[in-house]
């Protein structure tokens, strides 16, 4: 019998508590399903004797989608957050629910529509969640991401693609249906600010000037976020389009914050937001109508002002306040006195109706939501999953800090939809790629890290990461010694314009010996190797935490030594969780 059958390791108890919980997902979904369907079926109960196949179909996409999702999340992402999946179907289903109860007050069919986006958007996400094995190879298309993004902002001001809608240019019709290009852009955009970020983390830290106790960072690392400044002013400007100006920069505030941890970068950028938002004021009649329909939402001179009036934010609160504690119930109120209900104003339709209590519940399943999304990001052990995770679940929280702020005045309105609830195709398939992409970081996160005996491939691995590091430290001292030779053929070239002037002939001389050389080298230099940083594959330095690409040289170096280190007794392999 092996010394190691009766051992047990410490890691070894949270191996067994570390369970993928699919089951408990299953369940939630359920709930989440009834959720959905009842709450359609609260908004007018008569319509189930009149044949009206709505509640039917729209049952059958959230049920079949979530279901199906499910079975891609077992077989794909095993260890995937149980929490993520049924929020989304659950606020979803309430978003569909709201939006066919307004179609029936306003003769509207855009309930039909949602039923259809929501399961091309369940289809997605289940593409994403089949195909992305593992979130690290988005890190490959970075720049990809940064000039597919400029592209999606740009194709609204395309002649005969672009279509402007209520004063914002901000859509494309492709087959006679609108679709949002800078849904998608958000996305796109913070797969950018990731990799660029998890890439230049230490630049942007240590290089720069030190004034006092602050370290300014040098122009070439505050040109990303310069451009990110131009992007928003440039959709605020062409586009007409607040809201989507205050998202992206937002997005860019929130990452490089989550990177570097310096408050030093929210100070700049607002700043930056506070000189774009006095600008454009100045400049452009529409901000300003914005701005002044905010602040003067009372004036009957700017309530009754058309466009650009105010009657929709008056009216939106006093939904919220008819609403009460309780609400006045489902089916029972009048959102179809507030212009766009069903999209921009559907918050305050949720509170009419559901009052205060339904309202606070809805955001608490988006406060549960991003805390799923944070989880993921600080479980997760590469820089890259962690700035993603963490910026996606900023877009949600930033996205519903607008809508809600908006529609309570506490900032100006603007046209940004609430997720996974307004009626809008493009931001329903957007915000379910969000959550796939989550869901995929979590399955990384939570996922047990086997250890144990190396195999042949972990120890081919390690040699060619340490070949690349030889091959890092040779160029280096290669160029080391290429300067040093160059300060010394500077200096014998300024010694003998030196003797021309001095005798008005050339001056032959002998060469230096290796006492009187060193006087040319810089300061301090003794012709000794200095200590080189270590450099990962191409060399491309890595921190001292080893590399946080996508850790697999850390990884086999600790099933190299893990027999020896956790299991005396003999080889063997242990499991330890993630994050829970």
């Known amino acids: 019998m092996s010394s190691t059958a009766g051992t047990r390791s410490p890691e070894e108890p949270a191996e067994a508590r570390q369970k993928p919980r699919r089951l408990t997902e299953l369940l939630l979904l359920v709930v989440a399903v009834a959720i959905g369907v009842g709450a359609n079926i609260l908004v007018d109960p008569d319509q189930l004797g009149t044949g009206d196949p709505h509640i039917l179909v729209s049952g059958l996409v959230l049920g079949v989608g979530a279901l199906l999702l499910h079975l891609v999340v077992r077989l794909r992402a095993t260890y995937a957050d149980p929490y993520v999946l049924p929020i989304v179907v659950a606020l979803n289903g309430l978003g569909i629910a709201m939006i066919h109860r307004i179609d029936l007050t306003t003769d509207q069919s855009a309930a039909q529509s949602q039923v259809l986006w929501t399961g091309l958007a369940m289809t997605a996400a289940g593409l994403v969640l089949w195909f992305l094995k593992d979130h690290r190879v988005l890190r490959r298309i970075t720049y990809i991401s940064l000039v597919l993004s400029g592209l999606l902002l740009l194709l609204p001001l395309l002649p005969g693609l672009g279509v402007e809608l209520n004063g914002a240019r901000i859509w494309i019709s492709v087959g006679g249906r609108t679709f949002q290009p800078g849904e998608v852009a958000k996305i796109t955009l913070a797969v950018f600010f990731a990799g660029y970020l998890s890439t230049n983390r230490d630049l942007i830290l240590l290089a720069g000037k030190k004034l006092g106790p602050v370290r300014l960072p040098r122009f070439r690392d505050m040109a990303p976020m310069f451009a990110a400044w131009l992007v928003a002013i440039g959709v605020l400007v062409f586009q007409r389009d607040l809201g989507s100006a205050i998202l992206y920069f937002g997005l860019f505030l929130a990452m490089i914050y989550l990177a570097t941890s310096r408050l030093s970068w929210i100070v700049i950028g607002l700043l930056l937001v506070a000189v774009g938002g006095f600008l454009a004021s100045r400049v452009f009649g529409h901000v300003a109508a914005r701005l002044d329909s905010w602040l003067n939402a009372f004036d009957p001179e700017v309530f009754n002002r058309a466009p650009g009036g105010s009657a929709q934010i008056v009216q939106g609160l006093f939904g919220l306040s008819s609403g009460g504690l309780f609400g006045q119930g489902l089916g029972q109120g009048r959102p179809d006195l507030v212009s766009y209900a069903n999209s921009d104003m559907i918050i305050t339709a949720f509170g009419e109706e559901l009052g205060l209590i339904g309202l606070g519940a809805i955001l608490m399943l988006f406060f549960l939501f991003v805390s799923r999304g944070f989880r993921a990001a600080l479980g997760t052990r590469d820089a890259f999953g962690k700035?993603?995770?963490?910026?996606?679940?900023?877009?949600?929280?930033?996205?519903?800090?607008?809508?809600?702020?908006?529609?309570?005045?506490?900032?100006?309105?603007?046209?940004?939809?609430?997720?996974?609830?307004?009626?809008?195709?493009?931001?329903?398939?957007?915000?379910?790629?969000?959550?796939?992409?989550?869901?995929?970081?979590?399955?990384?996160?939570?996922?047990?890290?086997?250890?144990?005996?190396?195999?042949?491939?972990?120890?081919?691995?390690?040699?060619?990461?340490?070949?690349?590091?030889?091959?890092?430290?040779?160029?280096?001292?290669?160029?080391?010694?290429?300067?040093?030779?160059?300060?010394?053929?500077?200096?014998?070239?300024?010694?003998?314009?030196?003797?021309?002037?001095?005798?008005?002939?050339?001056?032959?001389?002998?060469?230096?010996?290796?006492?009187?050389?060193?006087?040319?080298?810089?300061?301090?230099?003794?012709?000794?190797?200095?200590?080189?940083?270590?450099?990962?594959?191409?060399?491309?330095?890595?921190?001292?935490?080893?590399?946080?690409?996508?850790?697999?040289?850390?990884?086999?170096?600790?099933?190299?030594?893990?027999?020896?280190?956790?299991?005396?007794?003999?080889?063997?392999?242990?499991?330890?969780?993630?994050?829970?």
């Open 387 to 580: 700035l993603l995770a963490a910026g996606l679940s900023a877009v949600i929280v930033l996205q519903l800090f607008v809508v809600v702020g908006g529609v309570t005045r506490l900032i100006p309105l603007t046209g940004l939809t609430t997720p996974f609830m307004s009626a809008g195709g493009s931001s329903l398939l957007s915000n379910w790629i969000i959550a796939a992409i989550i869901l995929a970081i979590s399955h990384t996160a939570r996922r047990p890290v086997v250890t144990g005996p190396a195999t042949e491939a972990d120890l081919a691995e390690v040699a060619a990461y340490e070949a690349a590091l030889r091959e890092a430290a040779r160029r280096d001292e290669q160029e080391r010694a290429e300067r040093r030779e160059r300060r010394r053929g500077a200096g014998r070239d300024a010694e003998e314009r030196t003797d021309e002037r001095t005798d008005g002939r050339t001056v032959e001389r002998p060469a230096a010996r290796p006492d009187t050389a060193r006087q040319h080298a810089v300061p301090g230099d003794t012709g000794a190797t200095e200590p080189i940083a270590a450099a990962g594959p191409g060399g491309r330095p890595v921190s001292e935490d080893g590399p946080d690409d996508d850790g697999t040289p850390t990884e086999a170096m600790s099933r190299l030594t893990d027999q020896d280190r956790r299991t005396p007794g003999g080889p063997g392999r242990t499991e330890n969780g993630g994050a829970s």
